[in-house]
């Protein structure tokens, strides 16, 4: 009788001490598979001429107000930005990234002669530059190896303020947050028409975001195969010597120039009949003064371009004036979101 005990004990024990370990064997964690964070890299330049040392900062597209990645950039105006999700989502959007001149900014003159009291290609100093503020609109998805450049200049900063201007018009239908890559297209191509229409070249179908707007004191890097990419190089460099008056600096002068140019454009979205030259005069005379200064150092700039590199270079005419009825009637009829007006002055491309 013990010896049948002792084994019906023996084996009882045995038993449990098996699914003990039974147990522990179902309840033993898988390891964890740690998250690889997912990262959004967003480059470019910043050219007014070359702007060095000047701050970066990035902005969801429907909040300019709070920024989510900062940066400098390099002695060649370049710049990086990194965002990360730590959750390892992806990362998409429509960003605005905005170029600021501090204290240890200079720029790079690219004007025809002189940028006040600096010669081309030599360094305007940081006081010159108070004020300053340059802006770009893009779209960036984490799924894209290789986003491409957000370039900065000031007919960016026009097309990027006409976009967000019209986001916040009341009853806009653009919604600035659930943009796919086709709308945020269309809505640059949109800009640019914009900027076309204040500058009196026809960009009708033509995406400035996506063109080689360059420092045109390197003569060589101007496009000579692409007269859109020429021609807006060649304005964005003759903005270099704009008319400054006693006491104010470049980057004042500039950004008063991108306030008139918003003013007028918010008026034509919100009433495509507005008489501009009744209701903003005042707005009209100041980019009439500016267009004639446009249009004079553009003239000298390519004479120059073309002196360097012996190459003739391709351009659109650049008018002295422009007439705020033909600003109404493009702007009014651009579909904004849509992009287009149907017009001829065919597609962006790559620049070059």
């Known amino acids: 009788m013990k010896k049948i005990v002792r084994t019906t004990l023996a084996a009882s024990m045995a038993l449990s001490l098996t699914a003990c370990f039974d147990d522990l064997k179902t309840t033993t964690p898988e390891p964890t598979v740690p998250t690889v964070p997912t990262t959004l890299e967003i480059s470019g330049a910043a050219v007014k001429g ?35 999700d730590d959750a390892g989502e992806q990362i998409s959007g429509a960003y605005v990234v905005k170029i600021t001149a501090d204290d240890d900014t200079t720029m790079i003159c690219d004007a025809a002669v002189t940028c006040g009291d600096v010669f081309r290609g030599e360094m305007v100093p940081a006081a010159a530059l108070t004020g300053l503020s340059l802006s770009s609109f893009t779209f960036a998805d984490s799924t894209v190896e290789e986003a491409p450049a957000v370039n900065v200049n000031s007919l960016s900063t026009i097309a990027t303020n006409a976009i967000i201007s019209a986001a916040n018009i009341e009853g806009s239908p653009i919604d600035l947050t659930n943009l796919t890559q086709a709308n ?100 009209m005379t100041a980019i009439n003064l500016v267009q004639a200064n446009i249009a004079i150092e553009s003239a000298a700039i ?20 422009i007439d705020p009825d033909e600003i109404t009637d493009i702007i009014g009829d651009i579909v904004i979101g849509t992009g287009g007006t149907g017009g001829t002055g065919g597609t962006g491309g790559t620049g070059g």
């Open 50 to 84: 070359t702007l060095i040392s000047a701050a970066v900062e990035l902005f969801n597209a429907n909040d300019i107000t709070t920024a989510i990645g900062t940066a400098q950039t390099g002695t060649d105006g370049s710049y990086t930005l990194t965002l990360t």
């Open 184 to 283: 945020a297209t269309a809505l640059q191509v949109a800009g640019s028409e914009i900027v076309g229409a204040i500058i009196g070249v026809d960009l009708s179908g033509v995406d400035l975001f996506s063109l080689a707007i360059v420092d045109a004191s390197v003569s060589a890097d101007v496009s000579t195969t692409n007269p859109f990419a020429a021609t807006l190089t060649l304005i964005n460099a003759s903005l270099a010597n704009i008319n400054v008056l006693a006491g104010e600096t470049i980057g004042n002068t500039l950004t008063s120039y991108f306030t008139a140019v918003e003013s007028i454009t918010i008026a034509i979205l919100e009433d495509p009949e507005v008489d501009l030259g009744a209701t903003f005069s005042e707005q």
């Open 302 to 321: 390519l004479t120059e371009v073309e002196l360097d590199t012996g190459v003739s270079v391709p351009v659109e005419t650049i008018p002295d004036v």
